[in-house]
């Protein structure tokens, strides 16, 4: 392996050789990206190489695709091929097909180079011999011009693993890229928005694949979307260690919400494997489907399937459209039958582990770029409804007013007020609502809603109570009736005492940070759900611009993002 920086530096004609092997027996495709040298990371260099490639002249074209060799073909067998097609095909077990299989692979590949004129050219990793014939007999029933634009996206996923294997940038620069990689994904073209099964995030969930691939996980996708990577360990019963996050995003998104806990782990598992370790245990990557709630009413459907509590009344809710859930997933292929059979075995698990940014302020004011969660609050959130009288702005005298409006500004400024100076409590307004207000009418109805938030239960719990007595108080000196609704309660889910010590101890090792910052989290995370399941601990990691979050200017260095992976590192090797 060379580095990028090295790769950089190199010669022109040097650079070209380096990259001899990327895309088959075309040298003509580094040449013409060598003059936008520096690259800044792995994947920019990937994208500038299939750019040269898409804009190349259709003889350009046509001739990388038929400089690969035909799958085990004859070639093949006569022990022809290039390094690189000889490793992959063996990988995918082509090379021990069966007398029948291999006259089944040999009349279609036949087939196709005579309705196509050139050959069948498939990214194997990932596939097994069932699936390469299945794809070829599918991709023969192509047009001339669908097959060719197919053929060259597979060079571009061939290209991107032979990237991988022959060159390594700073894990943090690559962490970033893979993110700004998948931002591309977005269902508008301004921002990143990424809901659940749109096509920009089943082609979200393709591209982790890919990365998954290229680190040398085992992949598969379950019945919710969920791409789950596998790396087995030295000792089959060693028990399975999980992490992951979510890759749906809410409307307008950041790049790492969520993101980063799929990514960081995979450019560390491509690293550990790199340098030749292997982990007792197993460690499963999990890219959950769906966390936010923006599509359907429900959130946290993917780790909902992965605990076994996917609630299949769900299935019936509709999204925006009016399309049901159950219809969203049988268009994307997915089986809602398969749900419950997607759940983990408890008995094999050794924990859960969560890399999220942290979406907040805290770390970025303390100076440091990671932090230990110790628990992810409960909340209670609901509307109170008031009712007063309304009348005539100019006739009705102060003291006479039941004024609804002015009680639920008394009421915002109570929830602040109790909720401010207590570590670990939060107390918002986020909605407040004069129906059918005029401008000359006293209002004699409003509405708001409250949530509270608290990493302790009792100090949430005292909180609201309080909070109460004084939306009581208030509303009885101004006359003015009240409703509460509760739409939400939830408890606090600590993070688990034994994780919180093996965070803290390799961010020593790791990040030189002797007494890491502890910090609760005040959002939800799929780790919550997954700690009904078995024993859970988050790291969080410092954001920029103010700690800003679910915004476009939702930020991470890559120096961060390389702390962060260097302590997961040292949590994997010492987890034994
Ligand atoms: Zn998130």
């Not at 209670?380 to 006739?395: D, E, K, N, P, Q």
């Not at 799929?526 to 800003?548: K, P, Q, S, W, Y």
Request: with cysteine; aromatic share 6%.
């Amino acid at each position: 392996m060379i580095s990028l920086q090295e790769l950089n530096a190199l010669p022109a004609p040097q650079f070209v050789a380096a990259l001899a092997g990327v895309f088959e027996r075309s040298p003509w495709v580094a040449e013409r990206v060598a003059s936008a040298r520096p690259f800044a990371s792995v994947p920019q260099l990937h994208a500038a190489m299939c750019a040269a490639v898409g804009s190349a002249s259709l003889d350009e074209q046509l001739a990388l695709i038929r400089g690969h060799p035909e799958l085990a073909g004859r070639a093949a067998i006569r022990g022809e091929l290039t390094p690189e097609s000889t490793r992959e095909q063996q990988g995918a077990g082509l090379a021990a097909c069966s007398p029948q299989e291999f006259a089944r692979l040999q009349e279609l590949n036949a087939a196709y180079s005579r309705k196509f004129g050139f050959p069948f050219v498939l990214a194997v990793k990932g596939h097994t011999r069932a699936s390469v014939l299945e794809a070829l007999q599918q991709r023969v029933g192509h047009g001339l011009e669908e097959e060719r634009a197919t053929a060259l996206r597979e060079i571009g996923r061939i290209a991107r693993f032979r990237l991988a294997e022959l060159l390594a940038d700073p894990l943090g620069v690559r962490i970033i890229a893979m993110a700004q990689h998948l931002a591309r994904f977005s269902e508008d073209s301004q921002g990143l928005t990424c809901t659940y099964l749109t096509p920009a995030h089943r082609a979200t969930a393709a591209e982790i694949r890919d990365f998954m691939l290229s680190a040398g996980l085992e992949v598969s996708i379950d019945a919710v979307g969920n791409v789950v990577g596998r790396w087995s360990g030295a000792d089959d019963d060693g028990g399975t260690l999980v992490t992951g996050s979510h890759y749906d995003t809410v409307v307008n998104a950041g790049q790492f919400d969520g993101r980063l806990g799929i990514l960081l782990p995979i450019a560390v598992v491509a690293d550990l494997r790199h340098a030749g370790l292997r982990l007792p245990f197993t460690l499963t990557v999990i890219a959950f489907a769906e966390e936010e709630g923006v599509r359907f009413k429900s959130a946290f459907l993917g780790s909902r399937a992965l605990t076994g509590t996917f609630d299949t009344a769900a299935l019936d809710s509709v999204d925006a459209g009016g399309t049901s859930l159950r219809q969203v997933l049988e268009d994307a292929g997915l089986d809602p039958a398969a749900i419950p059979g997607a759940a983990l075995d408890p008995r094999t698990l050794l924990g859960f582990v969560e890399v999220h940014i942290e979406q907040g302020p805290v770390l970025l004011e303390a100076g440091a770029p990671v932090g230990v969660v110790t628990s992810i609050a409960g909340s209670v959130r609901g509307v109170i409804t008031l009712v007063g009288l309304s009348g005539h702005a100019g006739t009705v005298p102060m003291g006479s007013r039941r004024d609804a409006a002015a009680a639920a500004a008394e009421i915002v400024l109570a929830v602040e007020r109790r909720c401010s100076g207590t570590p670990g409590l939060v107390g918002t307004v986020g909605q407040l609502h004069v129906p059918g207000g005029a401008m000359n009418v006293i209002p004699g109805h409003c509405q708001l809603s409250i949530d509270i938030r608290a990493d302790l239960d009792e100090v949430r719990k005292a909180a609201f109570a309080d909070v109460m007595a004084d939306v009581e108080r208030i509303c009885a000196a101004r006359g003015v009736s009240f409703q509460w609704q509760r739409a939400l309660e939830t408890a606090s889910v600590p993070c688990s005492a034994r994780l919180q010590r093996r965070w803290a101890a390799s961010i020593g090792r790791a990040a030189g940070i002797a007494e890491p910052r502890h910090l609760p989290s005040g959002a939800g995370h799929d780790a919550m759900v997954m700690a009904g399941m078995t024993e859970m601990g988050m790291l969080f990691v410092r954001c920029g611009n103010g700690g800003i979050s679910h915004h476009p200017a939702e930020s991470l260095t890559a120096e961060d993002a390389d702390v962060a992976a260097r302590v997961f590192a040292d949590f994997l090797l010492s987890y034994a």
